[in-house]
């Protein structure tokens, strides 16, 4: 059984920092391309971070500067490090993973862990 799960959410001040991580088991995490959504109240399910098998990145233009992806193949985990955080960054942060690279869609993605909440107050 395929297996994301994440960890790493929570309540922080406008300005600070998190690391999410997202532990995957039960498939064959290089041949995978992972990706970091959010969803805020009210909102639809968006890529923020995307990374293929080998490491290349992208971003929305939202984040891109303050947040960054990486992955560990030897540890079956995809981190992401959000940075200057913003009250609008507020939403449930999921994990992802897909055989397309490059997929910015929730349809392409095949697997999906239960999500982190990601609060920034002001």
């Known amino acids: 059984q395929v297996q994301l799960v994440e960890s790493g959410g929570g309540l922080v001040q406008a300005g600070g920092s998190l690391r999410l991580s997202c532990a995957a088991s039960g498939l064959a995490f290089g041949a995978y391309a992972m990706g970091w959504f959010r969803q805020g109240a009210g909102k639809q399910r968006e890529l923020v971070a995307g990374?293929?098998?080998?490491?290349?990145?992208n971003y929305a233009d939202s984040v891109k500067g303050r947040f960054t992806i990486s992955r560990d193949n030897a540890k079956n985990t995809v981190y992401l490090q959000i940075n200057s955080l913003k009250p609008e960054d507020t939403a449930v942060y999921y994990c992802?993973?897909?055989?397309?690279?490059?997929?910015?869609?929730?349809?392409?993605?095949?697997?999906w862990g239960q999500g982190t909440q990601v609060t920034v107050s002001s």
């Open positions: 992802a993973a897909g055989r397309q690279n490059y997929a910015i869609m929730v349809a392409q993605y095949r697997y």
């Open positions: 990374i293929t098998g080998d490491g290349t990145t």
